[in-house]
């Protein structure tokens, strides 16, 4: 087995960004972009969790006891992030390791971080090895050592072991290949008015709402949504008091309202987390009443 060292951790951190493009998170990462590895942090930040990720973020974030994460990363400096850019798109072949440690977090890459990744002892493509060799059996009343068959039933045991770990495997691999088809390239998505819906790649560049072909992110396909409210909708979680809206101020002044954080789907400008000012300026009491809209 290779020793395992930085540039081990480099080079495998790079074939899975290969191998899937992101996963889970393709829609930002295939083609990165500074903004796009922002948009990808920002999804991610409350939502993927290791033991080590929260050190990772701190260390590359800079982040201040007490203040709003989201805004942090929201104000954080674009350039920070072009080294990350150059990595995924083997324009460098190295980065520092606080670069390299946030990649490995957007792209789910495990065992991580480095430290972790030297304390495994299987290589992440999930190599092992079977000691074949025959049990030792110790006469005592001889006091010395002698060698024998082992007996039938540990053949049967050791049988079964292999059979099993042969299923086992085979259906990883179906399930990797399920999850590749999944996630092909092939299949795109669209923004439809109020939500992203799928649709075919061979439309590219636009899809017949007029908007931009791009590929397919489950997470915004679910989630994101541009919805209407009222002094009746739930802007904040109860318990953590974090935002559950976004929103965007047109060039007209008026304000449209999202479910996730992300990129505006018409003009890629960021949106932002919902405010107490927002609501009490803009937000109508009631839904489809003008008359009901708040005085400025």
């Not at 946030?102 to 495990?110: C, H, P, S, V």
């Not at 396909?221 to 802007?235: G, I, P, R, S, Y």
């Given at each position: 087995?290779?020793?395992?060292?930085?540039?081990?951790?480099?080079?495998?951190?790079?074939?899975?960004?290969?191998?899937?493009?992101?996963?889970?998170?393709?829609?930002?990462?295939?083609?990165?972009?500074?903004?796009?590895?922002?948009?990808?942090?920002?999804?991610l930040l409350d939502k993927r969790r290791l033991k080590y990720d929260e050190q990772t973020l701190n260390r590359f974030f800079q982040f201040e006891e007490g203040k709003n994460r989201v805004l942090?990363?929201?104000?954080?400096?674009?350039?920070?992030?072009?080294?990350?850019?150059?990595?995924?798109?083997?324009?460098?072949?190295?980065?520092?390791?606080?670069?390299?440690?946030?990649?490995?977090?957007?792209?789910?890459?495990?065992?991580?971080?480095?430290?972790?990744?030297?304390?495994?002892?299987?290589?992440?493509?999930?190599?092992?090895?079977?000691?074949?060799?025959?049990?030792?059996?110790?006469?005592?009343?001889?006091?010395?050592?002698?060698?024998?068959?082992?007996?039938?039933?540990?053949?049967?045991?050791?049988?079964?072991?292999?059979?099993v770990t042969i299923t086992l495997t085979t259906l990883v691999l179906k399930n990797q290949s399920s999850n590749s088809q999944t996630l092909s390239p092939n299949q795109c998505m669209a923004w439809?008015?109020?939500?992203?819906?799928?649709?075919?790649?061979?439309?590219?560049?636009?899809?017949?709402?007029?908007?931009?072909?791009?590929?397919?992110?489950?997470?915004?396909?679910?989630?994101?949504?541009?919805?209407?409210?009222?002094?009746?909708?739930?802007?904040?979680?109860?318990?953590?008091?974090?935002?559950?809206?976004?929103?965007?101020?047109?060039?007209?002044?008026?304000?449209?309202?999202?479910?996730?954080?992300?990129?505006?789907?018409?003009?890629g400008e960021t949106l932002r987390k919902i405010t107490p000012y927002i609501i009490q300026t803009y937000v109508p009491v009631h839904r489809y009443k003008k008359e009901s809209f708040m005085q400025?």
């Amino acid at each position: 087995m290779e020793p395992k060292t930085i540039e081990s951790y480099k080079r495998e951190i790079l074939e899975k960004y290969r191998k899937d493009k992101g996963g889970e998170m393709r829609g930002y990462l295939a083609n990165p972009t500074r903004r796009q590895i922002r948009e990808a942090c920002l999804w991610l930040l409350d939502k993927r969790r290791l033991k080590y990720d929260e050190q990772t973020l701190n260390r590359f974030f800079q982040f201040e006891e007490g203040k709003n994460r989201v805004l942090h990363v929201q104000q954080f400096k674009a350039d920070k992030f072009l080294p990350i850019v150059k990595f995924l798109k083997e324009k460098t072949g190295d980065t520092g390791t606080e670069n390299l440690e946030l990649i490995a977090w957007l792209i789910d890459f495990r065992p991580r971080p480095y430290v972790e990744y030297l304390k495994s002892n299987n290589s992440t493509s999930g190599e092992f090895s079977i000691d074949n060799s025959e049990p030792e059996i110790v006469d005592e009343t001889a006091n010395t050592k002698t060698v024998t068959n082992p007996p039938p039933w540990k053949l049967i045991v050791a049988i079964g072991f292999v059979l099993v770990t042969i299923t086992l495997t085979t259906l990883v691999l179906k399930n990797q290949s399920s999850n590749s088809q999944t996630l092909s390239p092939n299949q795109c998505m669209a923004w439809a008015d109020t939500l992203y819906v799928e649709v075919s790649c061979a439309t590219k560049p636009y899809s017949k709402y007029g908007t931009s072909v791009e590929p397919l992110d489950k997470m915004k396909l679910e989630n994101f949504k541009k919805v209407e409210v009222d002094m009746a909708t739930q802007f904040f979680a109860e318990k953590t008091n974090k935002p559950l809206i976004w929103y965007y101020k047109n060039k007209n002044g008026e304000i449209e309202y999202y479910t996730a954080p992300g990129l505006h789907p018409i003009n890629g400008e960021t949106l932002r987390k919902i405010t107490p000012y927002i609501i009490q300026t803009y937000v109508p009491v009631h839904r489809y009443k003008k008359e009901s809209f708040m005085q400025q």
